[in-house]
């Protein structure tokens, strides 16, 4: 291929692409195909409304839609519509374990602090930037 443009690696990319596709098997297969008791307990608020087959739906859209922004190369919008894509499931879940801690399942509180402390890294990691081409960096000895 002569004439290709290489493209250095990006750790943000690779993030979401990442972390999109383990959303999207958290969703197809650990809460679809096979929820854990304590997921389905903690979130027993929410599954009076919504099912809990469509929250597992949720995860496995907001994963791809990370995964696809991380395919994206040099378009910092999309790649922010993907840092939210994997933000709001988790921060979702911390909330709603939140809610079951204080209330009928006390238990919960281990995974509200899990899901928002999640939440808050993704976060972070949106606004980190990645480190310059190798030719570009300080050399130091």
Same mark, same amino acid.
């Given at each position: 291929m002569r004439g290709a443009v290489r493209?250095?690696?990006?750790s943000r990319r690779a993030f979401l692409v990442t972390i999109g596709a383990g959303w999207m098997g958290y969703g197809g297969i650990g809460i679809i195909g096979n929820p854990r008791y304590g997921t389905s307990r903690g979130l027993a608020h929410i599954t009076?409304?919504?099912?809990?087959?469509w929250l597992g739906a949720m995860w496995v859209v907001?994963? %791809?839609v990370a995964v696809l922004a991380g395919l994206v190369v040099a378009?910092?919008?999309i790649? @922010?519509?993907g840092f939210v894509a994997l933000a709001v499931p988790a921060a979702f879940w911390g909330a709603a374990f939140a809610?079951? %801690?204080v209330g009928s399942f006390p238990q919960a509180a281990g995974g509200a602090c899990g899901?928002? @402390?999640?939440a808050i890294g993704i976060y972070w990691v949106s606004g980190m930037e990645d480190p310059p081409p190798s030719h570009l960096r300080k050399r130091y000895r």
């Amino acid at each position: 291929m002569r004439g290709a443009v290489r493209r250095p690696r990006s750790s943000r990319r690779a993030f979401l692409v990442t972390i999109g596709a383990g959303w999207m098997g958290y969703g197809g297969i650990g809460i679809i195909g096979n929820p854990r008791y304590g997921t389905s307990r903690g979130l027993a608020h929410i599954t009076q409304y919504v099912p809990l087959n469509w929250l597992g739906a949720m995860w496995v859209v907001f994963g %791809a839609v990370a995964v696809l922004a991380g395919l994206v190369v040099a378009c910092p919008r999309i790649q @922010a519509a993907g840092f939210v894509a994997l933000a709001v499931p988790a921060a979702f879940w911390g909330a709603a374990f939140a809610s079951s %801690a204080v209330g009928s399942f006390p238990q919960a509180a281990g995974g509200a602090c899990g899901w928002a @402390a999640f939440a808050i890294g993704i976060y972070w990691v949106s606004g980190m930037e990645d480190p310059p081409p190798s030719h570009l960096r300080k050399r130091y000895r």
